[in-house]
């Protein structure tokens, strides 16, 4: 599956925000990159604000095109609020998951954990990092790779209580999906409602 793999800190520099995790040039080039990055701002239009918030949410999420248009389709045929649907099904993502539980400094570094089969749901191992995961599943290590490295070094510190809608057993490397997350739950920084109204144009 195609992925991003430009520079992390160029895409954060466009959304003026730390999308990929701390980014320490933001403090310094707080402005679009490229040779006018630091002049005057155009005004930018009202399609291209949509659009920058929906390019904004498929890299903070590591979603492509395809795969964040099958979700709204899917968000726009379920029951509820769309845009605070299609975050929720976001952040039901296997992937996503992995890295709220703290077993992955990144949802990137949290994908490859998934991809390289060290992940278990219900005890049966899924490689697939855009499956999704439903409330009471529970999402943990698998048995021999609770010894990696990289896993320890993702738990040390983390604080599991910051998310409501997540609980997690420390002896057991394992964590359930109480329920979906509130809107109020998520602290990303996405304006969902510009989504809509982008595709609501198609």
Do not use: C
Request: glycine residues 8%.
């Amino acid at each position: 599956m195609a992925r991003y793999i430009g520079p992390k800190t160029r895409i954060a520099r466009k959304f003026g925000e730390p999308i990929f995790g701390a980014d320490k040039v933001l403090s310094k080039k707080n402005y679009p990159p490229g040779q006018h990055g630091n002049s005057r701002k155009r005004k930018t239009s009202e399609y291209g604000i949509q659009l920058k918030e929906k390019q904004k949410a498929k890299f903070t999420y590591g979603v492509l095109e395809k795969q964040f248009s099958n979700l709204f389709d899917k968000a726009t045929r379920t029951k509820g609020i769309t845009g605070e649907v299609l975050l929720q099904l976001l952040e039901s993502r296997l992937d996503n998951v992995v890295f709220r539980l703290g077993l992955a400094r990144t949802r990137s570094a949290a994908r490859q954990l998934v991809s390289h089969k060290h992940i278990v749901v219900n005890g049966q191992v899924v490689n697939i990092p855009s499956y999704q995961v439903k409330p009471g599943d529970v999402v943990g290590v698998r048995e021999k790779s609770k010894s990696l490295e990289v896993i320890a070094d993702a738990l040390s510190g983390f604080n599991h209580s910051k998310y409501a809608w997540i609980e997690f057993d420390s002896a057991s490397m394992a964590g359930k999906f109480l329920h979906l997350p509130e809107r109020a739950d998520i602290p990303e920084n996405i304006k969902e409602q510009l989504i809509v109204e982008l595709y609501s144009k198609n």
